[in-house]
């Protein structure tokens, strides 16, 4: 089974009496779920840990540093595809980060406000759980897909969730 992770910049913007909340999101340029808009993130690499996987992710594919201790843990999500357990992806969220995000040959990154993230162009299942992510709530959630890899390629079928459930891994 695949681990991966997933990372979602948060800032407000405008003025203080009409603030607007956004979230960095990416155009993906290649890979799993290219040309749809994710957060930055992918998989883990031999010997780190989720959170460290999350930070290279997001230095890589759009030049943001962020200090892995102030990523907090926003969901585990578990991907099935014809019955088998085939990615595992955790979810972190994080208002702290420094430089400016840039276009790289993975990704085209894009400030987005939340009330306006084009869930048309994303992964079919990001609908039902990433706005519960982007209101501060956590997620567990097991997504069923069919029809054979890749999984960008096979029909997305069902899904459970479960909000604000203590996430139990050590590395959260
Ligand atoms: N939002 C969302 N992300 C998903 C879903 N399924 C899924 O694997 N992902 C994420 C997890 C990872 O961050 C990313 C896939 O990893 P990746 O970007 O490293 O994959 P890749 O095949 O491009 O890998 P690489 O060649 O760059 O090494 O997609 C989904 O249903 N929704």
Request: charged share 35%; hydrophobic share 30%; glycine share 10%.
């Amino acid at each position: 089974m695949i681990e991966a992770t997933l990372c979602f910049p948060r800032r407000t913007r405008g003025t203080e009496s009409d603030p607007t909340e956004e979230v960095l999101l990416i155009e993906k340029r290649r890979g799993l779920g290219d040309g749809w808009y994710n957060g930055p993130g992918g998989k883990l690499e031999d010997g780190e840990t989720p959170r460290e996987c999350a930070v290279r992710e997001t230095r890589e594919e759009v030049g943001l540093e962020i200090d892995p201790e102030t990523l907090e843990k926003a969901g585990e999500l578990t991907f099935l595809l014809d019955g088998e357990r085939h990615t595992f992806c955790h979810v972190y969220r994080t208002r702290s980060f420094s430089g400016e995000p840039t276009t790289t040959e993975e990704a085209r990154p894009e400030w987005v406000p939340v009330d306006d993230v084009p869930y048309d162009q994303m992964w079919e299942d990001d609908q039902f759980w990433l706005p519960g992510v982007l209101e501060g709530e956590t997620v567990v959630g097991e997504f069923r897909f069919e029809g054979g890899q890749p999984l960008d390629e096979a029909e997305f079928v069902g899904h459970d969730l479960e909000w604000n459930e203590h996430l139990e891994t050590t590395d959260t």
